[in-house]
């Protein structure tokens, strides 16, 4: 009989107390019989439940402290410190079932598998019509999932997704230049995928993001400030110009070009009427930063 993969739950932690211990128990209470709980924690003063939670789940739980807030660093680290062959990365305001575990590990029975996303609700009373055709558009899927469906896709949203270990290894792990969780997620799938891998949206393990607005990666900006929204901007186009050998120079300059028109976009909004003199030289900037990092990073 094949061994089932050991789990290691992914859980990078930022500021989300509220939210932090339900998703820790979701996860402790997996009916899988071999898996473990991560959490990686980035807060200067972690809450206090942790080290008590550890303290009753001693062979399940593990808390890691890192110095300064970097979600994609806290994920590294995590990774590096687990013993599971599949990650199962899942934010810190997640809420999933007790098959969750067990119903992501199935998928990996066959070794193309490198990653795998669940069918994500952004509430909990969200029908499952919502949810797929939700995700339908998130995922850039050309049809509407039926409940059911295993579908392949270009890439997962790390809060309600899973890896195999050597996918993300041969990938070159998670990227720390990746800030406001803008663009960390759609790299890494396009790097496993580079790598022979393959990654699926399974219908049948549903997620609820509840989106806290504060904490996580950073503090959330429901107002989507200009300055949030250049900074998104430039990493997309530092996504575009360290992938630009995978997804080709058609790829690329399309992305950067979407860049640009984006940025025109923004600085309209921002200066009026002289907003597009502006505009070029504020997209220049973005575009030779990102491109000089992408070259010193990579």
């Known amino acids: 009989m094949k061994m089932q993969p050991a789990l290691s739950f992914i859980i990078p932690t930022y500021g989300r107390a509220a939210t932090l211990r339900d998703t820790i128990e979701c996860a402790l209470a997996q009916r899988y019989p071999d898996f473990e709980v991560i959490v990686a924690t980035?807060?200067?003063?972690?809450?206090?439940?942790?080290?008590?939670?550890?303290?009753?789940?001693?062979?399940?739980?593990?808390?890691?402290?890192?110095?300064?807030?970097?979600?994609?660093?806290?994920?590294?680290?995590?990774?590096?410190?687990?013993?599971?062959?599949?990650?199962?990365?899942v934010d810190d305001d997640v809420l999933f079932g007790t098959d969750y575990g067990e119903r992501?590990?199935?998928?990996?029975a066959d070794p193309s598998v490198g990653f795998v996303t669940s069918l994500t609700r952004s509430r909990t009373d969200e029908t499952?019509?919502?949810?797929?055709?939700?995700?339908?558009?998130?995922?850039?899927?050309?049809?509407?999932?039926?409940?059911?469906?295993?579908?392949?896709?270009?890439?997962?949203?790390?809060?309600?997704?899973?890896?195999?270990?050597?996918?993300?290894?041969?990938?070159?792990?998670?990227?720390?230049?990746?800030?406001?969780?803008?663009?960390?997620?759609?790299d890494l799938a396009v790097r496993i995928r580079a790598a022979g891998y393959v990654g699926y949206l399974d219908t049948t393990i549903p997620i609820t993001h509840l989106a806290v607005l504060k904490g996580g990666f950073a503090t959330r900006d429901p107002e989507r400030s200009d300055a949030k929204r250049l900074n998104d901007q430039r990493?997309?186009?530092?996504?575009?110009?360290?992938?630009?050998?995978?997804l080709g120079w058609g790829i690329t300059r399309s992305l950067f070009a979407v860049g640009f028109w984006a940025t025109?976009?923004?600085?309209?909004?921002?200066?009026?009427?002289?907003?597009?003199?502006?505009?070029?030289?504020?997209?220049?900037?973005?575009?030779?930063?990102?491109?000089r990092d992408a070259r010193r990073c990579h």
């Not at 995700?135 to 790390?158: H, M, Q, R, Y």
């Open 104 to 108: 992501h590990a199935a998928r990996y």
């Open 42 to 89: 980035q807060d200067l003063k972690p809450p206090a439940f942790l080290d008590e939670m550890v303290r009753q789940h001693p062979d399940r739980l593990r808390v890691l402290h890192l110095p300064h807030p970097n979600v994609n660093a806290a994920r590294n680290a995590a990774i590096r410190a687990a013993r599971g062959g599949i990650m199962l990365s």
């Open 235 to 246: 990493m997309h186009l530092y996504f575009a110009a360290k992938n630009r050998r995978i």
């Open 128 to 186: 499952a019509d919502q949810a797929l055709c939700a995700n339908a558009g998130l995922l850039g899927l050309k049809s509407i999932p039926t409940l059911g469906e295993f579908v392949p896709v270009d890439w997962a949203p790390t809060c309600a997704a899973s890896y195999r270990r050597e996918a993300v290894e041969r990938a070159g792990w998670f990227d720390p230049y990746f800030t406001g969780g803008v663009g960390d997620d759609t």
């Open 264 to 291: 025109v976009g923004i600085c309209r909004k921002r200066y009026g009427r002289i907003g597009i003199f502006v505009a070029p030289w504020t997209f220049l900037g973005l575009a030779a930063r990102a491109v």
